[in-house]
């Protein structure tokens, strides 16, 4: 047994090719200084984004400068996917409750791929112009197009394409098959429009290869991003790509950095593919540790990546569950026949070293181990390869370790190799009562799509069956899997902490979208117009829901991830396909509603305030209180100063973004009149001249008392209220009234006058000495005094009929009499 370092580089990180030139995030070893060649872009949550060649950053870490590079193994484009509509129709012609129609007008879709076709019919206006905003190619050579922060690729944009100058498209068929399906007009020949067939476009083409692979995907995001807020514009991205080994938990830095874009401001929304890996044999095992020895059969893969036939293991786990765990390596001839084991070694106890191990039984050499450990951020992970010459053995992959958690992957489709499922008889081999079954969870692909902030997508059949080129129906047997059904390629959750993933799902097999023009495809690829070809699988899943995030910030524009993921999660749908209960890993939350998605943003605002304006002006406001509003006034002050009679309503945005019409609210402005003065005249209460009178005892209005004078029957407190015909309403002075203190009347009665009709004075039949009051017939007062013998005057009053009260310390008189 034998300890080699090479530094603190891996044998594992010395895969990748040794003079690609790229972007890589590392840790910088503290107060170092980079070396040249070595370039520093920038810092993003706690790791440093340099460019070199990789061979370069090899030699910075032996030399010190560098303490971590992160690298990623094999990525994938997450291809066989296409296009489906998610109750998008309505969207489009604003129907089923939507305000107006929304079709990803004023958004971007990046599309981080293979590259796209962007001459095709449906990348293009209705007046021939190129709807792709900028092209960035992050596999070209460095030249002057070449972005400066990130120091390699070459940059397009709109006024180069329209003037034909256009960047290349070779290996770009998924790219465009991807982009076609979130963002495809339909324009080339009327068919297969895409879910968001107005929205702006930028094309990152991602080499999809090499150790820098997940930085470049972070800096294709970010790139994204910030060209959209120069055009203050809202974005989404799509990733339909990704690598199935990683921590799968989101805090690889990749992940952290799409995640602090996201975090940073409203109006910026990630949606990634789950992955293709859903039928695969399963290739996850999840082990929890104690005293006894626990283990995995490995089978050694002839086709190995690493070169001789071999195993491999990708381990992780939280730093803080390794405290007592421990592994090794075993080997079991056929029979089985264990033939031995490494020592076991401490997790975490040697990091960033190469260690070699030489497995003997007997003296023949039965393998040899290489691993290595290493910290990145809050996990742990160990990469260990076994290379043995017999492909008839089953490596051990063994652990032990009271209270130790971990999970690991690998598979022969990574180039790897498979984990065993049929094992001997556990009641013969009692070693194998402590087997560790691999599970068909977390076959998720690693990094972003497993980042809490992105929303991940399963997929689903889009289609039986099309008309190919030639007239045929493909498949030749019509289609045997019905729509709606998940493929079971889909790969299944949740990340390695137990977070739901995939968070929704969308159709996406057997789906056609744009193709590559310049390339050839086999008749039944294509479709009976011969400008779309059919692709499927979560890669085309995804672009469906990046499309709907597309249609929902052109609805709220200010809205977060947070809200997206919420609003799609909580109106998914249910259908016969699904028959376990929903959240599950399988299908997320459910299947897409688009149109319930957007209907989810409704609101009804409702305009609240002042209808009455009295001798003044009014403020009229809304509920839920508004971003912005544009009253039916034309005015887009808050509140809004109102002065007249009208009906007013309001168009409002509310802090999402959302937009939604008022109910309508009417304004009525009158003149209050000046208040009455009451007077008391023995036993009535007078109100000087008004208008609209209303008697009130104790604040409380006196049912029918709406005369100009009222006779209390109870003591209290009196006042009258005069209002004008819009509702303006006056409160006289408040006087108290006492029964008690009126004097004892002694007779009421009739009185004779004359002449009757009068033209001018009035006689009594006997002489009086006390007061009078003159009331219309509508029980206003029109003139009162006092009466000191037989004459009153009624000079001035004008023809009419009037009742005559006048009152003594001994009686009350009363008479009818008309001025002629």
């Given at each position: 047994m034998s300890c080699i370092s090479w530094g603190q580089l891996s044998v594992f990180d010395t895969i990748h090719n040794e003079t690609?030139?790229?972007?890589?995030?590392?840790?910088?070893?503290?107060?170092?200084?980079?070396?040249?060649?070595?370039?520093?872009?920038?810092?993003?949550?706690?790791?440093a984004y340099v460019s070199a060649p990789f061979s370069e950053l090899k030699k910075a870490v032996k030399d010190g400068f560098i303490t971590a590079i992160n690298t990623s193994y094999q990525p994938v484009i997450l291809n066989d996917s296409a296009l489906?509509?998610?109750?998008?129709?309505?969207?489009?012609?604003?129907?089923?409750?939507?305000?107006?129609?929304?079709?990803?007008?004023?958004?971007?879709?990046?599309?981080?791929?293979?590259?796209?076709?962007?001459?095709?019919?449906?990348?293009?206006?209705?007046?021939?112009?190129?709807?792709v905003l900028r092209y960035w190619d992050q596999t070209a050579a460095v030249n002057a197009r070449t972005p400066a922060k990130y120091g390699y690729g070459q940059i397009y944009d709109s006024s180069d394409f329209n003037t034909g100058i256009y960047p290349n498209y070779a290996g770009s068929g998924h790219g465009t098959t991807v982009a076609g399906t979130g963002s495809g007009n339909g324009l080339a020949n009327g068919r297969n429009k895409g879910v968001a067939p107005e929205s702006s476009i930028i094309i990152v083409k991602n080499p999809v290869s090499g150790g820098n692979f997940t930085t470049t995907v972070a800096e294709a995001v970010?790139?994204?991003?910030?060209?959209?807020?120069?055009?203050?514009?809202?974005?989404?991205?799509?990733?339909?790509?990704?690598?199935?080994?990683?921590?799968?938990?989101?805090?690889?830095?990749?992940?952290?950095?799409?995640?602090?874009?996201?975090?940073?401001?409203?109006?910026?929304?990630?949606?990634?593919?789950a992955g293709n890996s859903g039928a695969w044999s399963p290739y996850h095992i999840h082990g929890e540790t104690n005293s006894d020895t626990s283990f995995t059969w490995l089978i050694p893969n002839p086709s190995f990546s690493f070169g001789a036939p071999g195993v491999y293991v990708d381990v992780w786990a939280d730093t803080n569950d390794i405290t007592n765990l421990q592994f090794a390596f075993g080997a079991d001839a056929p029979g089985p026949v264990f033939r031995g084991r490494t020592d076991f070694f401490q997790a975490g106890a040697v990091l960033n070293t190469d260690i070699f191990e030489t497995l003997e039984s007997g003296g023949n050499t039965i393998g040899q181990l290489i691993y290595n450990q290493r910290i990145i951020g809050p996990n742990y992970n160990l990469r260990a390869l076994f290379f043995t010459d017999s492909l008839d053995y089953r490596i051990r992959f063994m652990t032990t370790g009271e209270g130790g958690v971990f999970d690991a992957w690998s598979h022969v489709n990574l180039g790897l190799s498979n984990f065993e499922t049929i094992i001997p008889d556990p009641v013969i081999y009692p070693?194998?009562?402590?087997?560790?079954?691999?599970?068909?969870?977390?076959?998720?692909?690693?990094?972003?799509?497993?980042?809490?902030?992105?929303v991940t997508v399963a997929n689903m059949q889009n289609r039986k069956n099309y008309i190919d080129f030639e007239g045929n129906v493909y498949p030749p047997d019509g289609g045997l899997v019905p729509s709606g059904q998940l493929s079971v390629n889909s790969s299944k959750g949740p990340n390695r902490r137990n977070i739901l993933k995939p968070d929704i799902t969308a159709a996406g097999d057997l789906t056609l979208s744009a193709r590559v023009m310049n390339e050839s495809y086999a008749a039944n690829q294509l479709d009976e117009g011969g400008l779309h070809v059919?692709?499927?699988?979560?890669?085309?899943?995804?672009?469906?829901?990046?499309?709907?995030?597309?249609?929902?910030?052109?609805?709220?524009?200010?809205?977060?991830?947070?809200?997206?993921?919420?609003?799609?999660?909580?109106?998914?749908?249910?259908?016969?396909?699904?028959?376990?209960?929903?959240?599950?890993?399988?299908?997320?939350?459910?299947?897409?509603?688009?149109?319930?998605?957007?209907?989810?943003?409704?609101?009804?605002?409702?305009?609240?305030?002042?209808?009455?304006?009295?001798?003044?002006?009014?403020?009229l406001e809304v509920t839920p209180e508004p971003l912005s509003i544009n009253w039916s006034t034309g005015e887009t002050s808050y509140p809004l100063e109102v002065f007249e009679t009208n009906n007013y309503s309001a168009y409002v945005e509310n802090e999402k973004g959302c937009k939604a019409q008022s109910d309508t609210l009417h304004v009525v402005s009158g003149t209050t009149p000046n208040p009455s003065l009451i007077s008391q005249l023995n036993g009535a209460l007078i109100a000087s001249n008004n208008i609209n009178?209303?008697?009130?005892?104790?604040?409380?209005?006196?049912?029918?008392?709406?005369?100009?004078?009222?006779?209390?029957?109870?003591?209290?407190?009196?006042?009258?209220?005069?209002?004008?015909?819009?509702?303006?309403?006056?409160?006289?002075?408040?006087?108290?009234?006492?029964?008690?203190?009126?004097?004892?009347?002694?007779?009421?009665?009739?009185?004779?006058?004359?002449?009757?009709?009068?033209?001018?004075?009035?006689?009594?039949?006997?002489?009086?000495?006390?007061?009078?009051?003159?009331l219309n017939m509508d029980g206003k007062l029109v003139q009162q005094g006092w009466i000191n013998g037989k004459e009153i005057s009624v000079r001035e009053l004008a023809r009419g009929l009037y009742q005559l009260f006048i009152v003594t310390n001994q009686f009350v008189k009363e008479s009818k009499f008309v001025r002629n």
């Open positions: 690609s030139y790229g972007n890589y995030a590392v840790k910088i070893k503290e107060g170092a200084q980079l070396p040249d060649p070595i370039v520093y872009r920038y810092s993003a949550n706690g790791w489906v509509t998610h109750s998008v129709t309505p969207i489009h012609s604003g129907m089923e409750g939507l305000p107006s129609s929304y079709t990803g007008k004023g958004v971007i879709i990046g599309y981080v791929d293979t590259g796209c076709d962007i001459t095709h019919g449906d990348f293009l206006d209705s007046d021939g112009n190129s709807r970010d790139y994204v991003f910030a060209v959209a807020d120069t055009l203050n514009m809202p974005a989404v991205v799509n990733l339909s790509l990704g690598i199935y080994l990683g921590s799968h938990d989101g805090t690889d830095p990749a992940t952290l950095y799409i995640d602090s874009l996201l975090s940073n401001k409203p109006g910026r929304i990630v949606v990634a593919a070693d194998f009562q402590h087997y560790i079954f691999p599970d068909t969870l977390q076959s998720i692909v690693s990094a972003w799509a497993c980042s809490p902030q992105v059919r692709n499927g699988g979560t890669s085309m899943a995804s672009p469906v829901v990046a499309g709907i995030a597309a249609l929902y910030l052109e609805k709220c524009p200010i809205s977060t991830w947070q809200d997206f993921q919420n609003a799609i999660r909580e109106t998914a749908f249910t259908d016969e396909f699904i028959t376990s209960p929903l959240p599950n890993y399988a299908f997320g939350t459910g299947k897409a509603n688009a149109l319930a998605t957007l209907l989810s943003t409704n609101f009804a605002p409702e305009v609240f305030g002042d209808t009455l304006l009295c001798s003044k002006t009014g403020l009178y209303q008697w009130y005892l104790n604040d409380e209005p006196l049912p029918g008392e709406t005369n100009q004078t009222t006779f209390p029957q109870i003591s209290g407190y009196y006042s009258v209220a005069a209002t004008d015909p819009s509702g303006c309403m006056a409160r006289s002075n408040t006087l108290f009234f006492s029964v008690l203190d009126l004097p004892e009347v002694k007779e009421q009665s009739e009185i004779t006058i004359s002449p009757n009709p009068s033209s001018g004075t009035l006689f009594t039949s006997e002489a009086l000495n006390g007061s009078y009051t003159i």
